[in-house]
C-alpha cells in the first residue's frame, strides 16, 4: 500500500484508515478526560494528534499528487472527515477540562519539562482559537464555519489551477502555437512567464487572470467565513487570530515590518523598474511601457544579459545525480547525515519515477525517510513543495517513531542519453525544499504536535532558506558541479557571476512579495472590507508595487 500502509492499496483503504484513526481517537479521548493531571495528561493528547493527522496528512499529499482521480477522492473525502473531527474535539468541553485540570495544577506543572510544558499550552492554545470558552450553540457555528471553510479553501485552490478558455480568433494566428488549441478555442494554463513574445506574455496574463464571478463569490465567501470566525472566538480579525501563535504575533506589528521595508525597498525597486523599462524600450520600442507581465521576464533576462549567465550554459553542470550527491556531501560534512536509496514494495509509491532515500545519521542510525516525487506528470500540480506524511515522536514502547515526508518538485524528464538537467533555480529549488526535508527528519522532538516543520509559520521557513544560501556559495557548489559529459568542475567565474546575478532587480522581486503580503493582510483585516476585492487589489497594487492594475484582471 501507499508508503507501506497495507490498507492504501486501493482508494477504499482510505475508508479503513479513517474510520481506525477515528475509532482510535474515541478511546484516548476518553482516556484523557479519566487520566489524572500529569505528563500522561500530554502524552495522550499528543497520541490523539498523531492518530488522526497520520491519515490527514497523508492524505492531504495524496489528494494532491496522485494520479489516479479516484485515489485522489477517496483521500479528500478522509481529509474533510477528519478534518471535521478535529475540528470537534478542539470545542469537546469535557477533553479540554482535562487540560485544563493539568494547566492549574502548579505543583505539577512545575514539575514538567520545559518541552512537555510547551506542548500542554500549545494544546490549549488550540482549544482557545477554537472557542472553547464559548456555549454549545456557538461552540457549533464554530465547527460549521470551520468545515466550510475548509470546503471554500479546497474549491478555490482548484478553481485558481484551472485554464481559461478563448476563441482564438481573437488572438493574432501567429501567437496561436503558444497556447493549446480545443476546436476552436485556445486554452491559457499558465502566465507565460518566460516567453519572449511580449504579446504573448500579455495575451496570458489578462486571459488567465481574468475575472471569474464563480471564484471571486468563493473568495468573498471564504474572507467573510474566515472573519466570522476569528470574531464568534474572540478576535478582532482573522488575521489577529492568524497571527497569534507566530513570531509576529499580531498585524500591527506585520504592517509595521511591511511598511518599513517598502519605505527601504522604495528608490531601489523605482531604480530596477527604469532599468527593466529601458531594456523593454530597445527590445519593443512601438510598446515600451514596462507592464507586471514584463517583471518576472526581463528581470531574468537583465540577469542573463548582465551576468551572461544563459541556463543553457549552467544545466550541463547540474544533473540532477550530481546535485544530490553534492546535498548527500554537504549533509554529511555539516550533520554528519547520509543519503541512502531504498528499493520500494509494491504499491508503495504513486508513480514509478519517484524515489525512496533512508536519513541515515552516523551515531543516532535511521532517521526518517524522504519520498522524491521530482519529475512532471500530466495532472501534477507544478509547485515545489515539501509534505508532511508522518510526523516524528517517541511512542510509548520507547521507540521513536520515524518521519516520513514527501519533497515535489517538476523537473523535465531528461532527454534520450542524457541525465535530467537542472537550471540554477532548480538546484536552489532543491536545495531549498530540502532544507524542510531535513527540519523534518532532524527535529527528534518528543511530541508529534511540535516536530519539525510544525512550527511558527514564520519560523519555518528558516532552514529552506539557510540552504540557498549554501547553494549560492562557490564553496559548496564547486565540491559538486561537474559537467555530465566530460566530468569538468564549474569554473568560479561562472559561480561568482552567478551569484552575482541573483541581486540583479532583487528589490523589484521583493516589492512584488510586500504588495502579496499587504494585500492578505487586507483581505483578513476589518470587515466589512470597505471595497471589492478587486477593488482593493488594484488601490494595493499602485500603492505598494509600482507597476500598474491591468483592469479585468
Given at each position: 500500500g501507499?508508503?507501506?500502509v497495507p490498507?492504501?492499496?486501493c482508494?477504499?483503504g482510505?475508508q ?6 477515528l ?6 479521548v ?6 489524572p ?6 502524552m ?13 496528512d ?14 485522489r477522492?477517496?483521500a479528500e ?7 471535521t473531527?478535529?475540528e470537534?474535539?478542539?470545542t469537546?468541553v469535557?477533553l ?5 485540570r ?8 512545575n514539575?514538567l519539562d520545559p ?5 500542554a499550552?500549545?494544546?490549549?492554545f488550540d482549544f ?6 464559548l ?7 464554530a465547527?460549521?464555519?470551520?468545515v466550510?471553510i ?6 478555490f485552490?482548484?478553481?485558481a489551477?484551472?485554464p481559461?478558455?478563448?476563441d482564438?480568433h ?9 497556447f493549446?488549441?480545443?476546436g476552436n ?8 512567464a ?7 506574455r500579455?495575451?496570458?496574463?489578462k486571459?488567465?487572470?481574468h ?12 474572507l ?7 470574531q464568534?472566538?474572540g478576535?478582532?480579525?482573522f488575521?489577529?487570530?492568524?497571527l497569534k501563535?507566530?513570531m509576529?504575533?499580531?498585524?500591527e ?6 511598511e518599513?521595508?517598502?519605505?527601504q525597498l522604495s528608490?531601489r525597486?523605482?531604480k ?14 512601438q510598446n515600451?511601457?514596462?507592464m507586471?507581465?514584463?517583471h518576472?521576464?526581463y528581470s531574468?533576462?537583465l ?8 541556463p543553457g550554459?549552467y544545466?550541463?553542470?547540474?544533473s540532477?545525480g550530481?546535485?544530490m550527491e553534492?546535498l548527500?556531501s554537504l549533509f554529511s560534512?555539516?550533520?554528519g547525515?547520509?543519503?541512502y ?7 508503495e509509491v ?6 525512496k ?8 542510525g ?13 495532472d501534477k500540480p507544478h509547485?515545489?513543495?515539501h509534505?508532511?506524511v508522518?510526523g516524528g515522536r517517541?511512542?510509548e ?19 534520450r542519453g542524457?541525465?535530467t538537467?537542472l537550471?540554477p ?8 525544499e530540502m532544507?524542510h526535508?531535513?527540519?523534518s ?5 518528543r ?5 519539525g516543520t510544525r512550527?511558527a509559520t514564520d ?10 544560501y549554501f547553494?549560492?556559495?562557490y564553496?559548496?557548489?564547486n565540491q559538486?558541479a ?12 561562472m559561480?561568482?557571476r ?5 541581486k540583479?532587480c532583487?528589490?523589484a ?9 499587504a494585500?492578505?493582510?487586507i483581505?483578513?483585516g476589518k470587515h466589512p472590507l470597505k471595497?471589492?476585492t478587486?477593488?482593493i487589489?488594484?488601490e494595493?497594487q499602485?500603492?505598494l508595487?509600482?507597476?500598474?492594475y491591468v483592469?479585468n484582471t
Amino acid at each position: 500500500g501507499l508508503f507501506g500502509v497495507p490498507e492504501l492499496s486501493c482508494p477504499e483503504g482510505f475508508q479503513e484508515a479513517q474510520d481506525r484513526a477515528l475509532q482510535e481517537s474515541e478511546q484516548l479521548v476518553q482516556k484523557a478526560c479519566s487520566t489524572p493531571p500529569g505528563p500522561e495528561t500530554v502524552m495522550i493528547f499528543d497520541q490523539l494528534s498523531d492518530s488522526l493527522c497520520r491519515v490527514a496528512d497523508l492524505a492531504d499529499f495524496v489528494k494532491i499528487a496522485h494520479p489516479d482521480f479516484a485515489f485522489r477522492e477517496a483521500a479528500e473525502e478522509a481529509c474533510r472527515n477528519i478534518g471535521t473531527m478535529v475540528e470537534k474535539l478542539n470545542t469537546d468541553v469535557e477533553l479540554c477540562q482535562s487540560l485544563r485540570r493539568l494547566l492549574a495544577d502548579e505543583v505539577v506543572m512545575n514539575s514538567l519539562d520545559p518541552e512537555t510544558r510547551r506542548v500542554a499550552e500549545l494544546f490549549m492554545f488550540d482549544f482557545e482559537i477554537s472557542g472553547i470558552h464559548l456555549d454549545e450553540e456557538k461552540r457549533k457555528k464554530a465547527v460549521n464555519l470551520n468545515v466550510k471553510i475548509l470546503d471554500l479553501c479546497n474549491e478555490f485552490l482548484t478553481g485558481a489551477h484551472l485554464p481559461n478558455k478563448i476563441d482564438k480568433h481573437v488572438l493574432p494566428e501567429h501567437i496561436w502555437c503558444n497556447f493549446l488549441a480545443e476546436g476552436n478555442y485556445l486554452q491559457v494554463a499558465g502566465l507565460h512567464a518566460d516567453c519572449p513574445d511580449d504579446l504573448v506574455r500579455e495575451a496570458a496574463y489578462k486571459i488567465f487572470l481574468h475575472p471569474n464571478a464563480e471564484q471571486l463569490s468563493r473568495l468573498e465567501e471564504l474572507l467573510a467565513s474566515r472573519n466570522s470566525l476569528a470574531q464568534l472566538v474572540g478576535y478582532n480579525t482573522f488575521a489577529h487570530r492568524a497571527l497569534k501563535g507566530t513570531m509576529a504575533k499580531n498585524p500591527e506589528a506585520v504592517k509595521e515590518f511591511l511598511e518599513k521595508l517598502s519605505d527601504q525597498l522604495s528608490k531601489r525597486t523605482q531604480k530596477d523598474f527604469e532599468i527593466m523599462t529601458k531594456m523593454k524600450m530597445k527590445l519593443n520600442p512601438q510598446n515600451s511601457k514596462l507592464m507586471p507581465w514584463d517583471h518576472p521576464y526581463y528581470s531574468g533576462l537583465l540577469r542573463a544579459e548582465r551576468y551572461n549567465i544563459d541556463p543553457g550554459l549552467y544545466c550541463p553542470f547540474f544533473s540532477l545525480g550530481a546535485c544530490m550527491e553534492g546535498l548527500n556531501s554537504l549533509f554529511s560534512q555539516l550533520l554528519g547525515i547520509s543519503l541512502y536509496a531504498e528499493q520500494t514494495q509494491r504499491g508503495e509509491v504513486w508513480s514509478e519515477d519517484v524515489r525512496k532515500l533512508a536519513v541515515v545519521h552516523e551515531t543516532e542510525g535511521l532517521l526518517g525517510y524522504i519520498y522524491c516525487d521530482f519529475f512532471q506528470r500530466p495532472d501534477k500540480p507544478h509547485q515545489d513543495c515539501h509534505f508532511t506524511v508522518r510526523g516524528g515522536r517517541l511512542k510509548e514502547n520507547g521507540e521513536y517513531q520515524l518521519p516520513v515526508v514527501v519533497l515535489m518538485l517538476s523537473l523535465p524528464h531528461s532527454a534520450r542519453g542524457a541525465p535530467t538537467l537542472l537550471s540554477p533555480g532548480m538546484m536552489e529549488n532543491l536545495f531549498h525544499e530540502m532544507g524542510h526535508a531535513m527540519h523534518s527528519m532532524l527535529g527528534r522532538t518528543r511530541y508529534q504536535h511540535v516536530t519539525g516543520t510544525r512550527c511558527a509559520t514564520d519560523f519555518a521557513e528558516v532552514p529552506s532558506i539557510l540552504m540557498e544560501y549554501f547553494a549560492n556559495d562557490y564553496r559548496v557548489v564547486n565540491q559538486f558541479a561537474r559537467h555530465y559529459k566530460t566530468g569538468q568542475p564549474l569554473p568560479k567565474n561562472m559561480v561568482s557571476r552567478l551569484c552575482e546575478s541573483k541581486k540583479v532587480c532583487a528589490a523589484a522581486d521583493m516589492q512584488l512579495q510586500v504588495f502579496y503580503a499587504a494585500l492578505d493582510q487586507i483581505y483578513h483585516g476589518k470587515h466589512p472590507l470597505k471595497k471589492s476585492t478587486t477593488e482593493i487589489l488594484k488601490e494595493t497594487q499602485e500603492k505598494l508595487y509600482g507597476l500598474p492594475y491591468v483592469p479585468n484582471t
